[in-house]
């Protein structure tokens, strides 16, 4: 099987992360003796400033991790909640029946900061400063800029240069985008983390952790962020001005927790997500219906194979729609969604030619509330610059809106983190912090009694989604790609291509993926495209013959222009593997 790079091998420990920078500042971490946690740390800050475009230190990032000693694992909920004003009836009151894309509107509390810092606290060993030593110095003296940060500025110059300022005074110096190849600095970012730092005080390094926790939701960091948000009104996706509705009291309220992740048994794994106040138990629900099915016998770049986990993926999505969010506010039958009976009945919808309808399972008890006519939103998109989510139909080939990060360890620890929101495109820098803040309040409906229906204190749900998979009952493997509504379409194509037909990580990511987009996307203006799919332009066209006569919507894509996952497995023998997505020429994976 053909692969770009080879899979990195080790016994040290490996990084493997959408951007090499941060690849190679956690593999720095762990050759001077920190642990998976201390290093998956300092390169998501990192990634704060090397992907600004993808992520940023008011975005959001739900962390799975293996704790080696105890031989658990946990998830971190970086996931912050809706401010306090956030209720249906205050944007029926402005007119709106979908939350904004962009703008001071769909923020919620940026929790990505307070994710890291808790791991750091409770699993890691190393100080907050010399963690985000790296991301400072590369904030102070400017990082490599690569070809995508300057098309997604460019993307959105004319909104910068009219309406927010703010961000065109950090990523338009001098009126000017800064040039691919070129190094940019953040200053101002560079101070906040500088003076972070110098709040965490305290007689144990835990506490000098939650110390700077404590500046970060209720000091000056939640200072300035309440005051932008209800000082300023600020064009948004909608095409009027608003004000926000966060507050500081909404930064001070909430805090990161960590909760157990919910899992199922595949052939000879368990896989492992986070909850459904994210889009991740889909990825469970596929497996749930392809368990006795015999994949190992279809060609892994057939129509068969696609054909099949494509109509999977549209039944385990309608069910994200009917009945996934918050659990904390809204009842979620996940057990009957994952349970053999149910996947039994599901099962015998997936024909032999292509649905084009929303089919939600029905659940005694549950009403099915699905949003038929997505598909009419669709003019919405071209409205203004910025809006949604920043997908490849934007920036070209392999833009994205999320980072990654895999770590494993000498110990055997792991972790899989998917940070994401806060990008530059959604939402105005706040001057006094040099960065924006995450708009993941689109993500709710606006509609009472959804699952997801906006409510205070609630989490969207996400579609950040990170993985990891165990076998006989041992931490194996961390996974996880941006890519929205693809993130749990493409970590199944790698994971059953992986399980079925033996292939490495890095065979399993080089090899050419698709998607569908047949239900509405959780990113304003919430669009719809039943039965389309997308192939990566490397398949035989054959296959694309062959799944238009099955009667997909199916097109072929660019070359290379399908997934940004990377992994990292730890075997048996004590093995570590890795592997990153060539795609966009980004991500690496390194280890020794």
């Known amino acids: 099987m053909f692969t770009t790079r080879p899979e990195i091998a080790g016994t040290f420990g490996v990084v493997a992360t959408t951007h090499w920078i941060a690849s190679q500042v956690g593999m720095a971490v762990l050759e001077r003796g920190g642990n998976a946690f201390d290093a998956a740390v300092a390169a998501g800050f990192t990634l704060q400033v090397a992907e600004p475009h993808l992520n940023g230190p008011g975005g959001d990032a739900p962390i799975i991790i293996h704790d080696a000693m105890s031989n658990t694992q946990h998830v971190i909920c970086g996931q912050g909640g809706a401010p306090d004003a956030a209720t249906p009836a205050k944007f029926a009151e402005l ?92 200053p101002a970012l560079a101070d906040t983390w500088q003076k972070l730092c110098g709040t965490a005080t305290g007689s144990t390094r835990e506490a000098r952790i939650d110390s700077a926790r404590n500046a970060w939701y209720r000091g000056f960091v939640a200072e300035a962020i309440g005051n932008f948000y209800q000082n300023n009104e600020i064009l948004d996706a909608s095409g009027r001005r608003h004000r926000g509705l966060l507050t500081s009291d909404d930064m001070a309220r909430w805090a990161a927790s960590v909760e157990e992740p919910v899992g199922i048994d595949y052939h000879n794994t368990r896989l492992l997500k986070v909850g459904p106040w994210s889009q991740g138990p889909t990825f469970l629900q596929q497996l749930a219906l392809l368990k006795v099915i015999d994949i190992g016998a279809m060609d892994p770049l057939g129509a068969d194979f696609a054909h099949t986990v494509i109509e999977s993926a549209k039944l385990a999505f309608a069910d994200r729609e009917a009945y996934y969010g918050d659990p904390d506010f809204a009842q979620v039958p996940l057990g009957h969604l994952l349970s053999d009976g149910y996947n039994d009945e599901r099962r015998k919808l997936i024909g032999a030619t292509a649905s084009h309808d929303l089919r939600p399972g029905t659940i005694p008890g549950f009403a099915a509330d699905v949003d038929h006519e997505a598909y009419k939103r669709i003019e919405l998109l071209t409205r203004a610059p910025g809006i949604g989510e920043p997908t490849v139909a934007r920036l070209g080939a392999m833009g994205g809106d999320t980072c990654h990060v895999d770590v494993i360890d000498r110990w055997g620890n792991m972790v899989s983190a998917t940070p994401s929101g806060g990008w530059l495109q ?167």
């Open 426 to 592: 959604s939402s105005p820098v706040i001057p006094e912090l040099g960065f924006c803040i995450s708009t993941r309040g689109q993500m709710f409906w606006t509609r009472p009694g959804h699952p997801n229906s906006i409510a205070p204190r609630k989490r969207p749900r996400t579609t950040l989604s990170p993985s990891m998979a165990l076998r006989d009952g041992k931490a194996w493997m961390s996974f996880g790609t941006p890519g929205g509504e693809q993130q749990d379409q493409w970590q199944p194509v790698m994971f059953l291509r992986m399980v079925h037909h033996n292939m490495s990580i890095q065979q399993a990511i080089d090899a050419p993926s698709f998607h569908t987009e047949h239900w509405p996307s959780s990113f304003w203006p919430r669009v719809a495209r039943p039965g389309k799919v997308v192939l990566e332009g490397r398949y035989d066209p054959a296959v694309l013959a062959e799944m238009q006569r099955r009667g997909h919507k199916a097109e072929m894509g660019d070359p290379w222009s399908e997934g940004r996952i990377s992994a990292a497995r730890l075997e048996a023998d004590g093995q570590m593997f890795a592997g990153a997505n060539p795609r966009g020429m980004q991500g690496y994976a390194v280890g020794r």
């Open 95 to 186: 007119g709106l029946d979908l939350v904004p894309g962009t703008g001071l509107l769909p923020a919620v509390v940026p929790g990505a900061f307070d994710a890291w810092a808790l791991m750091l606290r409770d699993w890691g060993t190393w100080e907050l400063s010399d963690v985000l030593a790296y991301a400072i110095s590369y904030a102070r003296n400017g990082i490599h800029i690569v070809p995508r940060i300057s098309a997604a500025i460019e993307s959105v110059r004319p909104l910068f240069e009219e309406e927010w300022r703010t961000s065109a005074a950090v990523f338009l110096r001098n009126g000017n985008v800064p040039a691919p190849g070129s190094l940019f600095a953040r």
